[in-house]
């Protein structure tokens, strides 16, 4: 596994960093990537000096508070990306004919989606939710990756727990991770200017409002990311407009316009991570393949591991994906995982099952 700490930057002029910075993503947890489970968990003080400042927030979380997104370079190593490309492959094989029902159809935007998937010719599939779900092809191979440490070491970063505490992630909940793919039959496909979660409709004082609530000090209660396959370039954002009201150009602008003011294409290699605050104003843009010349264009695997709040908003956010069909499912234990990365992802699975106890939430947007 790629270490992550040598690798990380910003896509814009990182904050100085102190000497005593503490590494990126300690070493004190099992990697769910190691095949010698019997290996003891080394202590922290075997394997990381001790930080200055345990609970100081990280230049990972400060960078994010500052530009609402960080790109990591080459967070996946290259045996990582052969599996996973592997497993990507097969299941988009068969999503695109109708044996996976859970996709994102073109071209609507948001959930829920039809599972049955339109045409080649009409663009066919954009997405592909449920990678850990019991039945999904390959799924060890994505629980592999979604709760190892390369992740799980950044996000505890991102929701400001204690690196140096293996017990500060009981405060750490399961969450989504899908898969976009490009659309097929040559048929280019766009989303629209959003924020995840605040409806587009909403007047400044309640944009302000929401803004300040769901991310208090500029913090999430979850962290969301997106890691490429296959280098992708589909990924548009606004920097810093994640903690403001839109402008007047902003608030005005054509929903799918193809330039505001600052915009940034994410521009990533495969193995690379973006991860983001979700209220970010971003948009997608989808490059059309034509899957009879063998094209094959986007897999970018994306993601998002919660903090532990019982908070109802969060929990309308990810079950609106349809995770209460499963998630507490006989077979949804991950029992092909191995010592302690099996007992970070029951854990963190058991706690969405407590979240999901609720009532029917509804959707966040609409479209
Ligand atoms: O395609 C992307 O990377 C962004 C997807 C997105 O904005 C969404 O799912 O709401």
């Known amino acids: 596994m790629a270490s992550a700490s040598s690798t990380v930057t910003t896509t814009s002029t990182p904050q100085s960093q ?5 590494p990126l993503v300690p070493t004190i947890l099992s990697s769910c990537h190691s095949s ?43 045996v990582q990306i052969f599996s996973l490309r592997k497993a990507a492959t097969h299941i988009v094989t068969l999503a ?7 996709i994102r159809t073109v071209p609507k935007q948001f959930p829920p989606w039809s599972s049955t998937p339109p045409p080649d010719s009409d663009g066919g599939i954009w997405g592909i ?30 929701l400001g727990l204690n690196l140096y505490d293996p017990r ?44 300040d609530e769901k991310s208090p000090g500029g913090r999430q209660a979850h962290a969301q990311y997106n890691i490429a396959l296959f280098d992708d370039e589909s990924l548009i954002v606004v920097p810093a407009s994640h903690r403001r009201v839109r402008t007047e150009e902003e608030r ?12 940034k294409v994410v521009k990533m290699r495969a193995g690379d991570a973006v991860f983001y605050d979700s209220n970010i ?22 993601g998002s591991v919660g903090l532990y709040d019982h908070s109802e908003e969060r929990a309308k956010n990810v079950l609106q994906h349809g995770l209460r069909d499963w998630v507490d499912r006989e077979d949804a234990p991950f029992n092909e995982l191995q010592g302690k990365c099996r007992a970070r992802a029951e854990g963190m699975r058991m706690r969405l ?11 966040s947007l609409e479209g």
Not at 18 to 22: A, D, F, H, I, K
Not at 252 to 263: F, G
Not at 281 to 302: F, I, N, P, Q
């Open 252 to 263: 005005n602008a054509d929903p799918y316009a193809p330039e505001l003011k600052d915009m």
């Open 353 to 363: 099952v407590e979240m999901g106890n609720g009532e029917d939430l509804g959707y």
């Open 18 to 22: 102190s000497q005593s910075q503490p």
């Open 36 to 78: 010698n489970t019997s290996t003891p968990t080394p202590t922290p003080t075997q394997t990381a000096s001790k930080p200055a400042c345990s609970t100081c927030p990280t230049h990972l979380l400060n960078s994010l508070k500052r530009d609402g997104y960080i790109h990591i370079p080459s967070l996946l190593d290259p």
């Open 281 to 302: 104003l971003h948009r997608g843009v989808y490059k059309g393949v034509d899957l009879e010349k063998g094209e094959v264009g986007r897999m970018t695997l994306h």
């Open 168 to 211: 500060s992630e009981d405060k750490i909940v399961m969450e989504l991770l899908n898969l976009l793919v490009s659309p097929s039959g040559n048929r280019d496909f766009e989303l629209r200017w959003h924020r995840d979660d605040i409806r587009w409709e909403v007047d400044a004082e309640e944009e302000k409002r929401q803004l």
């Open 129 to 158: 939710q449920h990678l850990l779900h019991p039945d999904m092809p390959g799924r060890k191979e994505f629980a592999k990756l979604y709760f190892g440490n390369a992740i799980i070491g950044v996000v505890k970063e991102l």
């Open 96 to 102: 695109r004919s109708g044996k996976w029902p859970y």
